[in-house]
């Protein structure tokens, strides 16, 4: 199979929202701290009624309507998640269930997890698979999926949810070029989730920070070598239209696409101007560790690549500073997000993107984007994921009550014999829910 890939997505996250600037008012944040220190507009969140699995049947179920997919031709099924209801029964499973009615149930494929990792391992293994001669000619479908929640403090502005499906196969609008992939994985505590009782991670914010960090230039190092392996010329910044970055909030990727010129600059690449060399002459005496932790080059960095970053990265943040952290699924929003503004002039482009998973596991790739043809078209991708509309149709929930919200999932979290308020006044028709965990812990959704 030739030019494997994305050739179709839809994205769902939850309709109930807070605004940043409300929040830290009610945490008694100093002002601008949410929105300019962390660069974020809004946050999504998951009411008692809505999870990863509603999450996840809408998205797919959408995705197979909305594209005209018959149920049948799927033949890979992978969800990337690190939100866990189930310590053995995948999402993958619950997702069966539409399947099933149309009598297909040859679907290989169960759930992925590392931390924000998870959906791009379920994106590579069946991209491998469409490539491979386990190849059936049937389509590979993703899920990528979260409900990001942390306890009150720092990290707590840094949540979101969401789930984004996307259907893999030959000839596709965004295909892989496979060759270019460079990975980093190694063994730290900067994030995890120790204690099976909470939903709430542990964090320490200044190491994951660093640790992505870490992540983005090793990958980007082993991609630029097999590149300039495969293709004898040098590879740097000027050999991509835009760059996507994992976004946990948007502050970090603004510092990511900084390092990246750093990189380029250090690596002596082409790409780099006269002014931007001038800048950022005096810092190419740091080690490693110092370039981290210096501040100046944080800030001159940022400087000499504002241009660029509003050119190659600004068109890709859109809805993660509107909806936050999305674990797995916030790599590709902010792809959806290039997709939405962008999709009339990306024939052509290529896309870098960078997954980071804390833990920590990382990969850079590369796409290259093709107008492809009606209903695979990147056209017909932006119509059919509406962004803008689902964006507008939110509603806005006040600290208090968003706070209030947080509290009630902490008792649900783990918890059997309950139903739901089976309130799904905010839902738009077609979005799944949950309204009960019966005594046994298993859960049973409807459908507005
Ligand atoms: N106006 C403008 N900017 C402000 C203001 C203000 N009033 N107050 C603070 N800031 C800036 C700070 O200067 C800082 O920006 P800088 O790094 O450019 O200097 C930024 O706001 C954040 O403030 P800090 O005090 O540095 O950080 P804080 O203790 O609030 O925590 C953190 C931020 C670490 C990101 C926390 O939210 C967290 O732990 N989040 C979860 C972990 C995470 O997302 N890690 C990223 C990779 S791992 C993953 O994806 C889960």
Redesign the pocket.
């Known amino acids: 199979a030739k030019n494997v890939g994305i050739l179709a997505m839809e994205i769902y996250f939850p309709p109930t929202c807070v605004q940043q600037e409300a929040l830290e008012v009610h945490d008694g ?5 949410y929105t ?3 660069g974020q507009d809004c946050m999504a969140f998951c009411t008692e009624v809505e999870d990863v699995i509603s999450m996840s049947l809408t998205a797919v179920t959408s995705l197979l309507e909305k594209y005209k997919i018959d149920p049948e031709q799927i033949g890979r099924l992978e969800v990337g998640s690190e939100t866990v209801i189930d310590k053995s029964k995948s999402i993958k499973t619950f997702l069966m269930q539409i399947f099933e009615k149309y009598g297909n149930t040859d679907i290989e494929g169960v759930d992925s997890t590392n ?2 990792y998870g959906g791009t391992a379920a994106l590579l293994n069946c991209v491998n698979w469409v490539e491979s001669n386990s190849w059936d000619g049937r389509y590979g479908l993703v899920v990528c999926t979260d409900s ?1 929640v ?1 306890a009150e403090g ?5 949540g979101g949810a969401a789930a984004i499906a996307m259907l893999i196969g030959p000839d596709a609008p965004i295909a892989f070029e496979s060759k270019f992939r460079g990975s980093h994985m190694s063994h730290v505590y ?2 995890y989730k120790p204690n099976l009782a909470s939903e709430y ?1 542990v ?1 320490d ?2 190491l ?2 660093t ?2 960090l870490m992540a983005l230039d090793t990958c980007y190092k082993y991609l630029c070598h097999k590149y300039e392996k495969s293709e004898g010329k040098q590879f740097s910044l000027s050999d991509v239209d835009y760059i996507v970055f ?1 976004s ?2 948007n ?2 990727v603004q ?1 990511s696409f900084a390092r990246l010129v750093f990189n380029d600059f250090t690596r002596n690449a082409s790409s780099v101007d006269d002014i931007t060399k001038e800048k950022l002459g005096p810092f190419s005496t740091l080690t490693g560790d110092e370039s981290y932790q210096s ?1 100046d080059l ?1 800030k001159v960095s940022q400087q000499v690549s504002k241009a660029l970053y509003e050119a190659k990265v600004q068109p890709t943040t859109l809805i993660p500073k509107q909806v936050g ?1 999305m ?1 797995t699924a ?1 790599l590709y929003a902010a792809f959806a997000s290039l997709l939405h503004n962008k999709n009339s002039e990306l024939a052509g482009k290529r896309v870098i993107l960078f997954s ?3 833990g920590l596991t990382s990969t850079m790739f590369s796409l290259r984007l093709h107008e492809g043809q009606h209903p695979f078209s990147l056209s017909n991708i932006a119509t059919v994921m509406n962004v803008a509309g689902k964006l507008k149709s939110r509603h806005e929930f006040p600290p208090e009550k968003f706070v209030e919200t947080m509290k009630l999932m902490e008792h649900r979290y783990g918890a059997k014999d309950f139903v739901t308020s089976k309130d799904c006044s905010l839902l738009s028709p077609g979005t799944y829910y949950l309204t009960e965990v019966d005594s046994m812990y298993r859960r049973f959704y409807a459908k507005k």
């Open positions: 944040a100093s002002k601008g701290k300019i220190g962390l931390a924000c990001a942390y720092p990290a707590r502005p840094t900067d994030f991670p964090v914010g200044k994951s920070q640790c992505y994992h946990p909030y502050k970090l510092k501040r944080e952290n674990y916030s980071y998973g804390s």
